[in-house]
């Protein structure tokens, strides 16, 4: 039974899927706290990276409700009488690594859909998806340095993004960058005009769509295999990764469709 990305809405994530199942929206809906994370967000959004992987979905879209992408961290249980044990705290701590764990592993593209603000765990977020595009009034940062607390995860997925000097200043101080300052430093993919934002999203969702689902499977797989790797292992790697992809029939459907000048048919093959 192929799964339903769908099933994994909550009452504070809302997921949707296009009528062919091949892109997945999912909306962080706590407008009231300014979408921060808790467990059920994160729980939600990586029943919809398990879904996705075994689904039509070749792009899952992550954005928050009522213009404003997520703040971080749910804060608000953090001033407790009681003293957690030490392995609660791993617990509840280890929720977003997870997470990035599952993006990358689901065989779908992500991409954060930034408005407003873009900070703390939410910055992670962002930055552990493949693209991030933001409107152009978004701002990101790591503020929770001002509260004694520094961006652990978060730093996970924000410094192989950016050059390493400007990460470490945007770490450390908690300042805010703009939508173009953080495209400069490698944060951002594109920058949208606020005003045309759903438009220019869903043209570069359906970009990304229209390609070959096994070419985004093993393009993604790849990707993140091969970047750890020295450069002799990476070619090797990659040279037989390239012939795999050759045998597939989305290859042979590619070929055929250029050399026809007409729309492929993908195979999911």
Known sequence: MTPDPTAASNEDLSV?????????????????????LNDRVLDGLMAVMDAADGSPARVVVVRGADGTFCSGGDLSGMDEDGTPSMQERRRSSGKLSELFERMVATSALTVAAVEGYCLAGGCGLAAACEF??????????????????????????????VREKQGLKLLFTGEHVSATEGREIGLVTDVYDAESFDDELAAFVDELAANSPVMISMGKEAYYNQRDMSFERSYRYL???????????????????????????????
């Open 16 to 36: 949707t899927t296009s009528d062919d199942g091949v892109v997945v929206r999912a909306t962080i809906d706590r407008p009231e706290t300014h979408n921060a």
């Open 132 to 161: 991030v595009v933001a409107a152009a009034d978004a701002e990101f940062g790591t503020p929770e340095v001002n509260v004694g607390m520094f961006p652990m995860q978060a730093m996970a997925s924000i410094m192989p993004a």
């Open 239 to 269: 040279k037989e990764m390239l012939v795999l992809l050759m045998e597939s029939e989305d290859h042979a459907e590619g070929v055929a469709a250029f050399l026809e000048d007409r729309e492929p048919a993908w195979k999911r093959r």
